[in-house]
């Protein structure tokens, strides 16, 4: 039996659902959000990001060769998105040099344990990762001011078209694995998707 990432989000789409549609974002299209709860988000983010970018460091290390032209182009734009991090902290006067929250410490450190696994594993967790923001930042449509940008960020076309690219490239090596990559794919699938849901909840309890 073969496996493929729309099969993974058809046989979840609460675990999914749960991944990508949060108060929090919600809020943020709204206006509502408290600047404490979104602040708490972008520096968590940037540091979930500068260990992300790690992982696709890791990820491209061992995928084929015809993989690394997405790949490439991914960690070019983590490193447009590092530097963007950078600029939106500094105007908001945020000190990116702090601790990482328990959430942001158990994803990273589960990003860290993918290094251990076959890549069409390391493939599915990329993708699924990417597509939760490319969701969780689209799903709403239009944000208010100063919100926009942050949606446009993941939600743009061609970030849209991205995450397709990484979908074909890990449905593509699915294809040709075992009933226990498959197990294991899915596993990542499901981890991802609740690391997600805990990450904007973490974000959210920042109420002040
Ligand atoms: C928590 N998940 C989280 N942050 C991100 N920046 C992405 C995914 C993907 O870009």
Redesign the pocket.
Known sequence: MNLTCKQLLQNHTQTWHEATVHTFIEQCKLGTIHPQQFNTWLV??YL??VD?TRMVGRVLAIAPPDHFDVILAGLAALKD?LNWFKEKAAQRELNLDVAKQPT?IQ?CEYMHTLATMPYPVQATAFWA??L???Q?WQLPGVMVEPYTEFADR?GNAGFTEYVKLLEHQADEVLQTASENVHQQAQEAFLR?AT??KD??QMAFNAAQ
């Open positions: 968590q983010d979930f990001v992300f998105e942001c994803y990762i990417e939760a923001y490319n969780g993941w991802v690391f997600e990450f904007w």
